[in-house]
Each structure stands twice: as structure tokens, then as C-alpha cells.
């Protein structure tokens, strides 16, 4: 039995583009939502899911953390960043035409990233916000007598016919998204991958309430240990006003020393600690960053 794969689609997704990145012959099953891509997980139906975490230019894509901290505690298994060019595209019978589309389509994460294009080139132009941009594409496929617009990737126009039209209207060059896989168990991925880049610990961090200082005691239990942390966002916990966690990053693997140390000061203060996971991270494109360098 081949192994399946479930992610964001349908076909033409950037998840997409990361599933054949790093699973290039499992068995890929398109969902439409990131909670259902999620949900398969846990079900049973697929082995692995990829949802998208995080992007440079937006910034977090919540509805994947705030599922996986309230609804699915499933674990994070490895990490693909792939890098986001943001085109768009028409069905090719409105390509003459393009100039009176109504209507723009996308993901709104894509959506956001082009945010400037769409304010200073089509002002009014209405925006439609779907479940992701391979169904943005897929809608303008299917509707080549409404003159309306998708913003996705190649892929995208590729899997569906669409004429690209205007390329890399995202408004920051350096645009990536992370991708998280999850999995039911915290197996192992293969480190022995061209686009293998390090491994990743991300820790929940609940805080004591009202104590007077204790994000400072936090983030020094990984400071005085040398602790390379990429990232720190809060979140709320949806328990009221003023209640959040942290998530925060560090640049190593679980090891039996220095994050149990951290884990064991912290909940000597009262802090509650979850590990989401430790993993491999993969940058597509990491042979080509390395010549540029
Ligand atoms: O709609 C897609 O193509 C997705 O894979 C989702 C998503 C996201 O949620 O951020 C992924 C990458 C891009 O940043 C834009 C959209």
C-alpha cells in the first residue's frame, strides 16, 4: 500500500508545489480546507498532511496554528520553505481583455502579498477571497465568460490552462512560505535530501498570569544555554482578554541535555511547555541560494 499524502488543494496549490517537492511518488490527496487536510491525519485516511505555516511577507497563517493547538495535537514532523511567485492569470479567451477584469480571485495570504500591486495598478478591481489559489485558478478555468482574474503560481496556470499575464506581482521579492508536515506519530524524515537545511525544536510556552517579569525568565533559560531561537510569536490562548502562549523556534534538534534543561526551568516557574515537534527543515532551492551566496 503506497503511502498518502494530504494537502491544501486542489491541484496547482503552492502546498501543492511543496508535496511534489518532498514527496515526488507518494500518493497526493487534495483537501479543501487546511483543518480537512489536518483531519485526514487524524482519521486515518493519509499518513502525512502539509499546510502551510508561515509566509515572509504576511506573517503566520493562524488558522493552522490555532488548529493544531485546540483542535488536532498532532505532531510537526519536518518543515518545507518554498519560495512564492505570486502571477496572474486569465482564462486565455479574456487574455486580449485582461485590463477590464472585474474581479481578482485568490488565497487571502496571496492575496495580501500582492497587496500594493492590486492598490496602485487595479484599484478597482473586486476582490474575491477563496480557499486557496488553485482554486482560484480552477474557478477561472471554469468560467472563461467571466472576465476575472486569479493570482497563483506556474503551477497553477499550467494545471489549468490560464494565461499568465502579469508576473511576480508580489510586492517584496524574498517571499517564502513554511510548510509544516505533520504526522500521527513523531517519525523520523530522511536528513539525506538535497534541500535538507538543519533540524528545528518548537516548544509551546504557556506563562504563569500576573508574574511580574516572566517572558524575561523565559527567554533567558535558552539564552544562558546558547539557544538559537528563530522565532517567538504569541497567539491567544481564546480564554479571554490578555491570555496567550508563545510558540517558540529553536534551531536544534530534541536533544537529552539542553532543551529537556529548558523545558524543566520553565515549568519550575509555573509555565506550562508543549513540544509541537522536532524536525528537519528543507528549503527548496537551497543549491541555488548557495551559489548566489
Ligand atoms: O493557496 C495556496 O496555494 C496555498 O497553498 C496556501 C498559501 C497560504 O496559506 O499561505 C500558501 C502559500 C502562499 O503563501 C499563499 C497561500
Known amino acids: 500500500m503506497s503511502t498518502k499524502v494530504g494537502y491544501l488543494g486542489p491541484k496547482g496549490t503552492f502546498t501543492k508545489i511543496a508535496v511534489n517537492e518532498l514527496f515526488p511518488t507518494e500518493e497526493k490527496i487534495p483537501y479543501e480546507t487546511i483543518p480537512a487536510s489536518i483531519d485526514a491525519v487524524t482519521k486515518g485516511d493519509v499518513e ?77 478591481v473586486d476582490l474575491q477571497y477563496v480557499k486557496s489559489t488553485g482554486a482560484a485558478a480552477e474557478y477561472v ?81 535558552f539564552a544562558w544555554r546558547k539557544l538559537n531561537l528563530s522565532k517567538i510569536e504569541s497567539r491567544p490562548m481564546k480564554t479571554g482578554l490578555g491570555n496567550y502562549f508563545f510558540l517558540v523556534d529553536v534551531e536544534m534538534k530534541m536533544d537529552e541535555v539542553l532543551i529537556p534543561g529548558v523545558v524543566a526551568e520553565l515549568e519550575a516557574l509555573n509555565c506550562s511547555v508543549r513540544v509541537l515537534g522536532s524536525y528537519p527543515y528543507y528549503f527548496i532551492g537551497k543549491e541555488q541560494s548557495a551559489i548566489q551566496k
Open 141 to 221: 478555468h471554469e468560467h472563461p465568460e467571466e472576465c476575472i482574474a486569479a493570482i497563483g503560481n506556474e503551477l497553477a496556470a499550467k494545471e489549468y490552462g490560464l494565461e499568465i499575464i502579469k508576473k511576480d506581482i508580489h510586492d517584496y521579492d524574498n517571499n517564502h512560505t513554511r510548510f509544516v508536515i505533520l504526522h500521527k506519530n513523531a517519525v523520523d524524515l530522511s536528513t539525506e535530501h538535497r534541500y535538507y537545511g538543519g533540524d528545528r525544536t518548537t516548544l509551546m510556552v504557556t506563562l504563569p498570569s500576573d508574574y511580574a517579569g516572566a517572558l524575561h525568565q523565559v527567554l533567558s533559560a
Open 48 to 124: 502525512f498532511a502539509v499546510v502551510p505555516l508561515e509566509n515572509a511577507i504576511e506573517g503566520s497563517v493562524n488558522i493552522t496554528i490555532d488548529y493544531l493547538i485546540h483542535e488536532q495535537n498532532l505532531p510537526i514532523v519536518g518543515e518545507i520553505v518554498v519560495p512564492i511567485r505570486q502571477h496572474l492569470m486569465v482564462h486565455p479567451q479574456n487574455k486580449e481583455m485582461w485590463e477590464s477584469v472585474t474581479s481578482v480571485l485568490s488565497h487571502s495570504h496571496a492575496i495580501a502579498q500582492c497587496h500594493k500591486f492590486l492598490h496602485t495598478k487595479m484599484p478597482t
